[in-house]
């Protein structure tokens, strides 16, 4: 069953001389219990589409989209009220830095608490305390913190940034969300915290079906960790479909050249050749270009490319390209 069908979403920033598209007719569908990977360079709209989706966006930020659903309802069509509440019930987020999103005057335990809903407690006020005790450490056992006393007395500075990480997961488990997003959740942290932060991930996802869009730009964790993923590009999808098959099979010059990027998955490199990688950089929001944006990079543009083009579904992919590779 699909958890998340987002269809055409356009987040435009509104400044008082000009409407920018920062994310441009983007679609992304999730099926219930996987893990989707949601990947792209450094301001090519990851973190816009999570807060389009949640709905943290301030008011500069318009947000449309033909369809937004959530488990088959529209998200878009519900009162702001209904749709805060739907997303407070099913879903999560985690952030990179860590660190910097729990309280630094008070201790873990005390930041678990106040997370835990009412309904969590089964006896009356006098037991809260030891009830509060209870699902916290339980929470943090869950995340696989072994010194779970030491870590709930702790102050987030006393912490690793891997341990602030587990207790963020921890954190927004107490709902039992049914989607986490997980935002660049390895970010800066160093390899060994970064597998044992991403296998948690995917004992989650396995064992509690928690379904997981994991947004990175870290390529090699989509590939290890994730069954699908959407590839961004300055705000416009490029290419989405299984993990594998992308692999295989790109129909996309940018997705072919991010895959190209990476040495293991790049078996025509010889030793001690240059990676292949696009000439310039990604565009600013003040100088898009108009149709499509990878059009100025893209060693395959023609004249057609400066009308943006359709999403095309082929053999489990969706790509938008006018001149796309691997067809026959
Ligand atoms: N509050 C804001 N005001 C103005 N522009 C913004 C704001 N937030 C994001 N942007 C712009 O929107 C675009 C998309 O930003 P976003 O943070 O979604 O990128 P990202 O893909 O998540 O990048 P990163 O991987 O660095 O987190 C960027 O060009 C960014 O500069």
């Given at each position: 069953?699909?958890l998340l069908?987002?269809?055409?979403?356009?987040?435009?920033?509104?400044?008082?001389?000009?409407?920018?598209?920062?994310?441009?007719?983007?679609?992304?569908s999730m099926r219930?219990?996987s893990?989707h990977?949601?990947?792209?360079?450094?301001?090519?709209?990851?973190?816009?589409?999570?807060?389009?989706?949640?709905?943290?966006?301030?008011?500069?930020?318009?947000?449309?989209?033909?369809?937004?659903?959530?488990?088959?309802?529209?998200?878009?069509?519900?009162?702001?009220?209904?749709?805060?509440?739907?997303?407070?019930?099913?879903?999560?987020?985690?952030?990179?830095?860590?660190?910097?999103?729990?309280?630094?005057?008070?201790?873990?335990?005390?930041?678990?608490?106040?997370?835990?809903?009412?309904?969590?407690?089964?006896?009356?006020?006098?037991?809260?305390?030891?009830?509060?005790?209870?699902?916290?450490?339980?929470?943090?056992?869950?995340?696989?913190?072994?010194?779970?006393?030491?870590?709930?007395?702790?102050?987030?500075?006393?912490?690793?940034?891997?341990?602030?990480?587990?207790?963020?997961?921890?954190?927004?488990?107490?709902?039992?969300?049914?989607?986490?997003?997980?935002?660049?959740?390895?970010?800066?942290?160093?390899?060994?915290?970064?597998?044992?932060?991403?296998?948690?991930?995917?004992?989650?996802?396995?064992?509690?079906?928690?379904?997981?869009?994991?947004?990175?730009?870290?390529?090699?964790?989509?590939?290890?960790?994730?069954?699908?993923?959407?590839?961004?590009?300055?705000?416009?999808?490029?290419?989405?479909?299984?993990?594998?098959?992308?692999?295989?099979?790109?129909?996309?010059?940018?997705?072919?050249?991010?895959?190209?990027?990476?040495?293991?998955?790049?078996?025509?490199?010889?030793?001690?050749?240059?990676?292949?990688?696009?000439?310039?950089?990604?565009?600013?929001?003040?100088?898009?270009?108009?149709?499509?944006?990878?059009?100025?990079?893209?060693?395959?543009?023609?004249?057609?490319?400066?009308?943006?083009?359709?999403?095309?579904?082929?053999?489990?992919?969706?790509?938008?390209?006018?001149?796309?590779?691997?067809?026959?």
């Amino acid at each position: 069953m699909m958890l998340l069908d987002v269809r055409n979403l356009t987040v435009k920033l509104n400044s008082p001389n000009l409407t920018i598209n920062a994310i441009d007719k983007m679609s992304l569908s999730m099926r219930e219990g996987s893990i989707h990977g949601l990947v792209g360079e450094t301001g090519s709209g990851k973190s816009l589409f999570a807060k389009a989706l949640i709905g943290t966006l301030s008011d500069k930020w318009t947000v449309q989209a033909d369809r937004m659903f959530w488990q088959g309802e529209d998200l878009l069509k519900l009162k702001p009220q209904k749709r805060r509440q739907i997303i407070n019930r099913d879903m999560a987020m985690i952030f990179q830095e860590p660190s910097r999103s729990l309280d630094p005057t008070a201790t873990i335990g005390e930041q678990i608490n106040e997370v835990i809903p009412k309904s969590e407690f089964t006896g009356g006020i006098f037991s809260r305390h030891q009830e509060r005790l209870k699902i916290a450490k339980n929470l943090l056992i869950k995340v696989g913190i072994k010194d779970y006393q030491k870590c709930y007395e702790s102050y987030p500075h006393e912490l690793s940034e891997g341990l602030c990480q587990k207790v963020m997961i921890a954190m927004a488990l107490v709902r039992s969300p049914k989607l986490l997003i997980a935002d660049e959740p390895t970010d800066a942290m160093e390899s060994t915290t970064k597998i044992q932060i991403m296998r948690l991930l995917q004992k989650l996802n396995t064992q509690k079906n928690m379904s997981v869009l994991l947004i990175t730009h870290d390529l090699e964790a989509v590939i290890n960790y994730a069954e699908e993923m959407t590839i961004l590009y300055s705000g416009q999808s490029a290419e989405s479909g299984p993990v594998r098959d992308l692999l295989k099979r790109p129909y996309h010059p940018y997705t072919q050249n991010l895959f190209k990027s990476i040495p293991k998955f790049n078996t025509d490199t010889r030793p001690k050749s240059r990676l292949e990688t696009l000439p310039g950089s990604t565009p600013p929001l003040q100088h898009l270009p108009i149709g499509c944006r990878l059009g100025p990079r893209c060693p395959r543009a023609q004249k057609e490319c400066v009308v943006t083009p359709k999403s095309i579904k082929l053999k489990g992919h969706k790509f938008s390209c006018h001149h796309p590779i691997n067809l026959e």
